[in-house]
């Protein structure tokens, strides 16, 4: 007799539980397709199955929410934290619920919930900072935008711009409230303000950084090209590559920083990069250029260019950007070596003040062809004006009356160098 009772109790149990289960099943089946398809009557269904399940009323107020139904949202919201009370998500999605429902000050008890329950999770920070400022509680809405963006790097750019548009561009102020204390987020904050042109703030973001290798940097170095702060972009090239920055802790160009970056061609050269060594143009057609150690000036390598048939004349073939003092006057020296070389347009050497947008020529050679069979010394002298900080030395050929424009022989260069000779 205990046997047939307790396999009847068995069977019981059993029972009771595939029962529970079909129903847990349907009833979450229901409330994930009430969420896809924002069908009321399914959540409701699931509810009617699951009344205590904090999941099927989550499931309703997302439906609601959707339909802009925002205080029946906030009423499904709220059952849902009663439910699961340990769930961030839950809490944060009242408070925005509350938020979009006019009702700031539930919303704020309900996203700082959500933060207490995931201090290192950047939604319920950003929800919460973003009503905090919307609230006119700008310190403390920074505080929680910045543990956001700590938690999420990807903020920062949107945190500086709140505080950029909040303080009126006030750089001070922005770095304030910022209080930058990561790579990231100085770096970022560097970044931003090369865009505003604060070139100087930036810099001053970039030294306190000790990253070098950041795809931040290289990204602060064009915005400081493109807004022609030389000075600030050529310390921040220098620490990129490695090399002692040679400006002065303000950002103004040393006595020692004017000079050109390997003129002997000793350095690999590495196409596309941007800053002050030698930038060659990619891809001309029928021109090759490669180190060469057998032919040289001066130390133990040159530049070789090879011309093997049409190209382009208007295509440059090297630059290099360097920094200069205003109101100076300089000397370009290099060498030149060419053989065998047949054109109507003969390579030239060009310097044009980099400093201003229609890049005034400061100097021209017209034809960098060795009249001897060796090597022969070039010169040439030129003045900055009061406003310029850098030049760009450019080597390409003569303007041709076709195009493209054949050419054939050999250039080779080296030596390159650069000295202030007074007024």
């Known amino acids: 007799m205990n046997r047939i009772a307790l396999a009847t109790l068995t069977a019981l149990v059993c029972s009771w539980a595939i029962w529970e289960a079909a129903r847990t099943g349907i009833e979450r089946t229901l409330a994930e397709r009430a969420e896809l398809t924002g069908e009321i009557d399914s959540a409701d269904r699931a509810i009617k199955l699951a009344p205590n399940d904090a999941e099927a009323h989550f499931a309703r107020g997302e439906v609601l929410q959707n339909s802009e139904d925002y205080s029946g949202a906030s009423v499904e919201f709220e059952r849902a934290v009663q439910l699961r009370p340990r769930d ?19 919303a704020l008890r309900a996203l ?19 009503l905090l400022l919307r609230k006119g509680q700008y310190d403390e809405a920074f505080t929680e935008l910045r543990r956001a963006a700590i938690g999420n790097p990807n ?9 950029w548009g909040i303080y009126g561009g006030d750089v001070d102020a922005v770095v304030r409230v910022m209080q930058p204390q990561t790579e990231e987020a100085r770096l970022s904050l560097a970044l931003f303000l090369a865009r505003h042109n604060q070139a100087a703030a930036a810099l001053e973001q970039f030294r306190l950084s000790a990253l070098t290798d950041s795809a931040k940097n290289e990204s602060l170095l064009d915005e400081l090209l493109k807004a022609r702060a030389f000075n600030e972009a050529y310390e921040v090239w220098a620490t990129i590559h490695g090399l002692q920055s040679r400006n002065l802790p303000d950002g103004r160009v040393s006595d020692t920083a004017t000079g050109i970056h390997d003129g002997g061609f000793e350095e690999p050269i590495t196409v596309g990069q941007s800053g002050f060594g030698w930038q060659i143009t990619p891809s001309v057609a029928n021109v090759t250029m490669s180190v060469d150690t057998n032919e040289r000036h001066d130390e133990s390598r040159s530049l070789r260019i ?10 440059p073939l090297l630059t290099q950007l360097v920094l200069v003092k205003p109101q100076a006057r300089y000397r370009l020296s290099f060498a ?7 054109s109507a347009a003969a390579p030239t050497v060009t310097i044009t003040d980099a400093s201003e947008q229609k890049t005034a020529v400061l100097a021209e050679l017209q034809s ?14 030129f003045n900055t ?7 760009v030395i450019t080597i390409a050929r003569q303007s041709c009356a076709s195009d493209p424009c054949p050419a054939f022989g050999t250039l080779w260069l080296d030596s390159f160098s650069l000295k202030s000779i007074g007024q």
Do not use: H
């Open 306 to 315: 090879d011309f093997r048939g049409n190209s382009s004349a208007k295509s």
């Open 88 to 106: 961030y998500f839950l809490w944060l999605m009242l408070g925005v619920t509350r938020d979009e429902n006019q009702d700031q000050e539930g």
């Open 112 to 130: 700082r919930q959500a933060a207490a329950l995931a201090p290192s999770y950047a939604p319920p920070r950003w929800q919460l900072g973003n």
């Open 336 to 342: 030149a070596l060419s053989k065998d070389f047949v």
């Open 155 to 163: 903020l920062w750019p949107n945190v500086i711009d709140l505080a």
């Open 368 to 381: 960098l062809r060795s009249d001897v069979a060796g090597w022969r010394d070039f010169a040439m002298d």
């Open 385 to 391: 004006s009061a406003q310029t900080q850098a030049i």
